[in-house]
């Protein structure tokens, strides 16, 4: 597994926290993004007729799959169960680079299906239910991208880092870290999950998968 990891900041130390380092472990070439296109693709008519959910400070998504992810989860699809093992083998070298065992997680997951120069602000992908936080992971999955970027902000160190998507590269990264696209240019589309190690309360609203 061809991998890249990229420090890009530093967190104050939290018990809940896998590191405190601001790590994001680009895979390279883990899953063919042509066919992810293609069922992408040939879910997305059905998604669009799931009603849309305004999401606070990204108001312009309502014709867009991103609009409705709180609605599905991907692993519903037969076509995608084979990526389960793919997010086993990716989350593990994530662990190991940060000097961990392998822990069973929650995951959902969406595809985002951007046109037109529509673009996802400011946002990160973190749990909080009764006076709790979840820390860990949050994975993003180049699936017709290229020539587009996501923009990574450190709220500690205040460092922005842009990095180029391409397709067939997966990126793992703190659930914490605030990101945003930028405008798309044609059609974009990726592949993304939120991650849980007690999704039975931090994603008790939305539709999971044990990755274990």
Known sequence: MEFEVIEIGHKPKNSMMIDTSFKLLKIKNCFDF??????ALNYEPSIMELPYLKIKGN????NTTT?????Y??????ELEFFKEILKNTASLYFQIHNQSFQSFGATGWFNILREEVNISNHNHLFYRDNDFDYLFAINCCIMCNETYTVFFDPYTKKTTKIENKNGEMYIFPSWVTHRTEKTNGTRITMAFDCSRD???FLDNRQWEWIE
């Open 34 to 39: 042509g066919l992810l296109s293609d069922i």
């Open 59 to 62: 108001e312009n998504l309502e």
């Open 67 to 71: 609009g409705r992810f709180f609605l």
């Open 73 to 78: 989860n991907i692993f519903n699809y037969p």
């Open 199 to 201: 999704p039975e309360k």
